[in-house]
């Protein structure tokens, strides 16, 4: 049996009735070139290639009032045609209407008693398209680990002769079903020594909060601490509605600047997203004089390492939305965000791993309930979360389709009523933004900002440094 490590773990615990801990991607398949493809070929190919992923074949096994980590155990029951669905968009079947299908089909949460993911192969998309919707718990992977599982379903060909792109995994044993003794014995185990570690972890969170503190005050390129967070619109906590919209800019352009300012791709990203948010609450009238705060992934996951699972810490880094110039703003966030990495990998590279192993999941969940009721978040770590997954240059299949484009969607925790991850594919760099439409109404006005954004950057980039 596999128990789930504490950086898994705390997903689950996390999650509630309006948070559910699941993440996704949408695809938009050209099937032109594959005459054949419908969902019988779909789920053929689905069925033979999951299978090579134990944990997408596992169901869970949790414990009584969550005193232990969870199990993930063989579900000799398993069927493909329980995860996988149809549905066809209303017409006309463009990317607005796409958008709003997917935004309703992610919000349906994973049934705990199955394998915990799904798909939706969309029929009826413009000029003869499909669209897949694929779903799985944030538990069994992080973004990283997410992008190779869809390589999992990709192909380098529409019919290949070598196999998928992921080999199959030959370092897990089997997960037989475990007794309720063993069980138990492990739980007594784990609640024995939980008091010592939660006192080390505590001792650690205070070390740490103390020194990040300092930096804050010694450095202002330094994460700003939850009290310097402005509160926005969408900083409460989500109910159970999810609205989806996307954006994508050329990738030879990202990197252009990225070359010219001399700073990262993720760096642009966030630049991007922070003239995004700030146009956006301008016109509302409703921008903060402090700058906006992005939570970052900062993958902590060792080369070689399998594609599973989790290994990912997270970083707060100041968008610089009070900056008019969107040069100073992209080297600002260049700066916070250099540092904020370089403090995050020093001082919490593993505190997901050590809150899940510290704390039993039952104390977890009544901690996230009591946070999560409506109003104002307590502490804000941040006001949106933003995430940038490296993709492929290179176009990709599935079942004979051709994948033109993949958008991702995300979780939102409790104060964080939007999210923005974002996937680089095929030259493009294609942005997700997802959220409760109750606290950001009109998601499709943050995602077109994101082109007008990069017009903005290029047109500086080629201005006089004097005109800055």
Not at 32 to 41: H, L, W, Y
Not at 237 to 259: W, Y
Not at 320 to 346: F, S, V, Y
Not at 428 to 433: E, H, N, P, W
């Amino acid at each position: 049996m596999e128990q789930l490590p504490g950086s898994d773990a705390i997903f689950l615990a996390m999650e509630t009735e309006n948070s559910p801990g699941h993440v996704g991607g949408l695809t938009v398949l050209d099937a032109s070139q594959a005459p054949d493809f419908g969902f019988e070929k779909l789920a053929r190919v689905v069925d033979e290639r999951i299978r090579l992923e134990p944990r997408f074949t596992r169901r869970l096994r949790e414990l009584p009032l969550g005193l232990d980590r969870p199990y993930l155990v063989d579900y000799p029951e398993f069927d493909v045609r329980e995860h996988l669905h149809r549905i066809a968009v209303p017409a006309p079947g463009g990317m607005r209407e796409l958008a709003e299908l997917a935004g309703y089909l992610f919000a349906r949460p994973l049934r705990r008693d199955r394998p915990l993911w799904e798909m939706w192969l969309i029929e009826g998309v413009e000029n003869g398209r499909f669209a897949m919707l694929m779903k799985s718990h944030h538990c069994l992977m992080d973004g990283m680990a997410g992008s190779g599982i869809g390589e999992l379903l990709c192909d380098l060909e529409p019919e290949p002769k070598d196999g998928p792109l992921l080999a199959p995994r030959d370092d897990v044993a089997p997960a037989e079903e475990p007794s309720a003794l063993s069980m138990a014995v492990r739980a007594t185990r784990h609640l024995a020594g939980s008091p010592l570690r939660t006192l080390r972890l505590g001792a650690r969170l205070l070390r740490q909060g103390a020194a990040m503190a300092f930096s804050t005050l010694r450095d202002e390129s330094a994460p700003p601490l939850p009290t310097a967070v402005p509160e926005l619109p969408w900083n409460r906590n989500p109910g159970p509605r999810r609205a989806f919209a996307c954006a994508s800019v050329p990738l030879a352009a990202v990197k252009e600047l990225k070359k010219h300012f001399d700073v990262t791709v993720n760096d642009v990203v966030l630049a991007l997203t922070a003239s995004a948010l700030r146009g956006s609450l301008l016109e509302q009238g409703a921008l903060p004089d402090r700058p906006l705060v992005a939570t970052i992934a900062v993958s902590t996951r060792a080369e070689g390492a399998p594609a599973v699972g989790n290994a990912v810490t997270s970083a707060s880094v100041g968008l610089a939305t009070d900056l008019g110039d969107p040069r100073e703003r992209l080297l600002r966030i260049h700066r916070n965000a250099r540092t904020a990495k370089e403090l995050a990998q020093r001082y919490d590279g593993d505190l997901l791993a050590g809150l899940g192993d510290a704390l039993p999941p039952g104390l977890v969940q009544l901690f996230v309930r009591a946070y999560a009721p409506g109003g104002p978040a307590p502490l804000l770590p941040g006001n949106v979360v933003v995430s940038n997954v490296r993709g492929t240059p290179i176009p990709l299949y599935t079942a004979g389709t051709r994948i033109e484009c993949m958008y991702p969607l995300s979780l939102l925790a409790p104060g964080q009523g939007l999210n923005v991850t974002v996937v680089s594919y095929m030259g493009r760099v294609d942005f997700g933004f997802t959220a409760d439409p109750d606290l950001v109404p009109d998601v499709w006005q943050l995602a077109s900002g994101i082109p007008t954004a990069l017009e903005e950057l290029e047109q500086v980039r080629f201005a006089p440094q004097e005109a800055a």
